[in-house]
């Protein structure tokens, strides 16, 4: 059974970059694309970007520009970085998995809380 | 890319049956699979129906979904409502991104 862990910084000034880190453990990263998805408090899910094994990355339009996701093979971890954060990229970040060829996410990370705030 | 529009809420009581709807606003709904997560307080997502009408192993056959195309929309129904379904519903799909629905509330009265 696959798990999702995450980790990176919770707190964040305007202008600044969050970045957070997702390791994979109980499975590979080959065949999956590997998906980071947010959701603002009290809101919708909004998917922000995936990347698969090989580093071929998908990007929402409306973060592109600001946003990157990158994957270390090696350690089976897969990291988004977004610059210029403002409060409005305050939101819970999940990591998750989908099969490729397939648009179920079938795994999710537990979540992590970040707040932009000065 | 298309906007999926969900109902903000549904109430019911035990026992009954409620539907929650998903409409895309263009494209047609047959031509992407349509996912539901089911998400309670505090939780992370958890699929209850992907591809259509396909439901994961481990979720309740009161967990059903369909598509409609003459009202280009999606709707996952639950039947024998239990307290416990009582959580937030997003439908999904994909075309040049992912989209997903802005949720439905469904209370257990």
């Known amino acids: 059974q696959v798990q999702l862990q995450q980790w990176g910084a919770g707190l964040l000034k305007p202008s600044e970059t969050l970045s957070l880190t997702c390791g994979v453990s109980g499975g590979s990263l080959t065949g999956y694309y590997w998906n980071w998805i947010r959701q603002a408090p009290g809101k919708g899910l909004e998917w922000i970007g995936e990347i698969n094994q090989s580093g071929s990355t998908n990007y929402n339009a409306s973060l592109m520009g600001r946003v990157t996701v990158s994957v270390d093979t090696s350690k089976k971890q897969f990291s988004l970085k977004l610059n210029s954060v403002t409060a409005a990229d305050t939101a819970v970040y999940y990591c998750?998995?989908?099969?490729?060829?397939?648009?179920?996410?079938?795994?999710w990370g537990q979540g992590n809380l970040v707040t932009v705030s000065s | 890319n298309f906007i999926l529009t969900q109902p903000h809420s549904v109430s019911e009581s035990p026992g009954k049956t409620v539907t929650i709807s998903c409409t895309r606003s263009s494209g047609s709904i047959a031509h992407n699979f349509v996912q539901w997560y089911q998400q309670r307080p505090g939780g992370a997502p958890t699929t209850v129906i992907f591809?259509?009408?396909?439901?994961p192993s481990g979720v309740p056959d009161r967990f059903s979904g369909s598509i409609d195309s003459s009202s280009n929309s999606a709707s996952l129904t639950i039947s024998g409502l239990k307290p416990e379904d009582e959580a937030d519903y997003y439908c999904?799909?994909?075309?040049?991104?992912?989209?997903f629905g802005g949720g439905t509330k469904v209370t257990v009265l």
């Open positions: 998750a998995r989908r099969l490729i060829g397939h648009w179920r996410f079938d795994s």
């Open positions: 591809e259509d009408d396909q439901r």
């Open positions: 999904q799909s994909y075309g040049d991104n992912v989209v």
